[in-house]
């Protein structure tokens, strides 16, 4: 995997960072003001209005999001490494294997996209069956309320991360097909650094933002780009051959 490999990932996470409003904007917008609590029973946070006492001036809110961000990134990386380690231990060696790995993170891509469109929403039934694991991290987050240092800012973005989300599935089956710990690790991280712009704007913009990039028409041109990439992987595995210049826009390396 070179560095313009990661360019798809990076955009994937990008596009699909309209789903991370939902799933993480209300707790970037709590540290944007200074604290917060999670909601008792799902992964989503809401945040209307935080305690005076936990005010603070926006230096500190700034280290606060991005220290958030990066445990949550940190987490990713983690998840794509364990992915990533899976494959290069033996478990896609054989070519049946590869190739069924390949059309399904593709498939799962174009799935990402019609979710992300609201055309179809078969993955929120993956993100409900991860909260089998979200419920065992869940009571970790209860000693760092609020969170109004940026350590536990930190430990509670790599808690985080581990939230149920259809979309960081579809990036995780991806960078398990790049055949190692470190090469999972890095897709994982330039999906993750595609998802800050948009969860460092909620940090600072709050609401203002949030209201803007859940419009339907953004989530329509993000969907689309990120079912192009899913599209784009399955009519090279369809053919079988390369595509030239465009082998470049696919998320998945050929097996």
């Known amino acids: 995997m070179n560095a313009l490999s990661l360019v798809p990932m990076f955009l994937v996470g990008l596009a699909g960072s309209v789903h991370c409003i939902g799933m993480c904007g ?9 604290g917060g609590t999670p909601a008792p029973g799902r992964p989503v946070i809401a945040i209307a209005v935080a305690r005076p ?40 060696h054989l070519a049946s294997l590869q190739v069924a790995g390949y059309w399904l993170a593709n498939l799962m891509l174009v799935a990402l996209g019609l979710y992300l469109m609201d055309v179809w929403r078969g993955l929120a039934r993956l993100e409900a069956a991860g909260n089998v694991v979200w419920r065992r991290v869940r009571p970790l987050l209860k000693p760092l309320m609020p969170m109004d240092t940026s350590l536990k800012a930190l430990a509670v973005g790599g808690l985080w991360g581990w939230v149920p989300c259809g979309m960081v599935y579809s990036a995780l089956l991806t960078a398990m097909m790049q055949g190692s710990a470190l090469q ?7 999906f993750g650094l595609g998802t800050l712009p948009t969860l460092l704007g909620m940090g600072l913009l709050g609401t203002r933002l949030r209201a803007q990039m859940q419009r339907r028409p953004v989530r329509i041109a993000s969907g689309l780009l990120v079912l ?8 090279r ?4 051959v390369s595509l030239g210049w465009l082998d470049a826009l696919c998320v998945t390396g050929h097996p």
């Not at 209300?26 to 200074?34: C, D, E, F, M, T």
């Not at 192009?228 to 009519?235: K, R, S, T, V």
């Open 53 to 92: 006492a936990l005010q603070t001036t926006l230096p500190a809110n700034v280290l606060r999001v991005l220290a958030y961000n990066g445990g949550r990134i940190g987490s990713y990386m983690l998840a794509g490494a364990l992915a990533g380690s899976l494959a290069g231990a033996g478990m896609l």
């Open 237 to 240: 595995a369809a053919n079988g």
């Open 228 to 235: 192009g990439f899913g599209l784009l992987g399955l009519l």
């Open 26 to 34: 209300g707790i970037v917008g709590a540290l944007s003001l200074g």
């Open 184 to 190: 999972g690790a890095a897709a994982m991280a330039a």
